[in-house]
């Protein structure tokens, strides 16, 4: 494979791709709609890469992609848009290898973080996240022959009034795909929607979505320190795959309320143990 080499963004004003008038089209639910909408920066078979002080605005669809690249560096980038602007995803990863993301600040109408396919190596640390959708590995198993996620982890980061904190999704489908090996530490969550979140029957709209049960095998995932406040009773689910149930999953102080009530859990076929101090309540 071919990998442009050395590539250094480092910024002091702001990219402005003026989505606006786009995501106010796709709202409006319009037909005229231009199809789809640019990427505002996109890296793809590159290495050694370096993102500093970039700030990011109103992107027309995801801001700042990396696909297919190695030793990838983004430090001290800001990401804005609207709370409803569509598939303005902040930072999209698949396919890479040894990505850090660090001291980064993402609002937007999507997910703060996409985590794709074929990700391994990744450290997230020191991020704010609000609005948007949260941290996200996935959506996964949209083909049946898919690289797994392996190696990731969130450290010291942050949500406010979020849709979802953390979260794993796969459509339920056949799939050889898999999650091994993460570990999301020292987390704070304020007013969060979904703050932990297993969905092995990820179905957007309920449009198109097959009745089947999902390939992707999840495996040891950690859960460290996670605090903070809920937005629904139910703070906790994992709904994982009948046939490929979640393994390995640690909830390991672990403490959320709501309405300053401790919060429910919900498992379905979900595997693990809790260490240390955790909710009372927990289902694993």
């Not at 002080?53 to 990401?79: A, E, P, T």
């Not at 999209?92 to 990505?99: A, C, F, G, K, T």
Request: glycine letters at 10%.
């Amino acid at each position: 494979m071919y990998f442009r080499r050395a590539i250094i963004v480092c910024a002091t004003s702001a990219l402005d791709a003026k989505g606006t008038a786009l995501w106010a089209c796709k709202l409006a639910g319009s037909t005229d709609c231009p199809k789809g909408g640019a990427t505002s920066l996109s890296f793809t078979n590159s290495k050694n890469i370096n993102i500093n002080g970039l700030m990011s605005l109103n992107s027309q669809m995801f801001h700042i992609v990396i696909n297919g690249c190695q030793d990838v560096r983004i430090q001290g980038v800001k990401v804005n848009a609207a709370g409803n602007s569509p598939n303005t995803d902040g930072i999209h990863v698949q396919l890479s290898r040894n990505v850090a993301i660090f001291n980064t600040s993402i609002k937007t109408g999507d997910d703060c973080v996409s985590i794709g396919p074929g990700t391994k190596d990744l450290w997230i640390e020191q991020i704010t996240c609000g609005p948007g959708h949260g941290i996200s590995i996935g959506s996964l198993a949209k083909d049946l022959e898919e690289e797994g996620v392996q190696n990731v982890t969130v450290k010291n980061a942050i949500f406010k009034g979020t849709q979802n904190g953390l979260r794993i999704k796969s459509w339920a489908r056949p799939s050889n795909g898999f999650v091994e090996g993460v570990q999301f530490l020292d987390v704070l969550m304020f007013n969060v929607q979904n703050p932990i979140v297993i969905d092995q029957n990820y179905c957007p709209h309920n449009i198109n979505c097959p009745a089947q049960v999902s390939g992707v095998k999840i495996s040891d995932v950690v859960y460290r320190n996670i605090q903070g406040t809920s937005a629904s009773a139910v703070a906790i689910k994992f709904d994982c795959s009948a046939t490929n149930p979640c393994s390995g999953i640690r909830l390991e102080n672990v403490s959320l309320t709501f309405r300053n009530q401790e919060v429910q859990s919900h498992c379905a076929n979900a595997n693990g143990k809790i260490v240390g101090s955790a909710q009372a309540n927990s289902c694993l």
